[in-house]
């Protein structure tokens, strides 16, 4: 079993930038991405960005290309989500997650975090 606790989360300004963390734990052998994504009551989850465990190729969902950056440490076994150029519309609680495929699609993810909420002021 994977064990994901996210954490950095907070009230931002919009333009402002942030990162979130996520350590990564237990039975990971089996995991081929990490990913975040994000839900905003009342919306469906969201795609934000994705990382590759081994080679460190990455995906990103539209709605954050070009202000979002993922990166991992195989060492301290942790993901991070750098925002930059943040707006409102980022608002929702991030999660991050494993699949032991390379997907963007949240029902391929079989482990989540229990989620870090991220706000951002206009």
């Known amino acids: 079993q994977v064990q994901l606790v996210e954490s950095g989360g907070g009230l931002v300004q919009a333009g402002g930038s942030h990162r979130l963390s996520c350590v990564v734990s237990?039975?990971?052998?089996?995991?081929?991405?990490m990913g975040w994504f994000r839900q905003d009551p009342g919306k469906e989850r969201e795609f934000v960005a994705a990382?590759?465990?081994?080679?460190?190729?990455?995906y990103y969902g539209d709605s954050v290309k070009g202000r979002f950056t993922i990166s991992r440490d195989n060492v301290k076994n942790t993901v991070y989500l750098q925002m930059n150029s943040l707006k409102p519309e980022d608002t929702a609680v991030y999660y991050c997650?494993?699949?032991?495929?390379?997907?963007?699609?949240?029902?391929?993810?079989?482990?989540w975090g229990q989620g870090t909420q991220v706000t951002v002021s206009s």
């Open positions: 237990g039975r990971t052998s089996s995991t081929r991405v």
């Open positions: 997650a494993t699949s032991p495929i390379v997907t963007m699609r949240s029902t391929d993810f079989r482990s």
């Open positions: 990382i590759t465990w081994g080679g460190g190729s990455t």
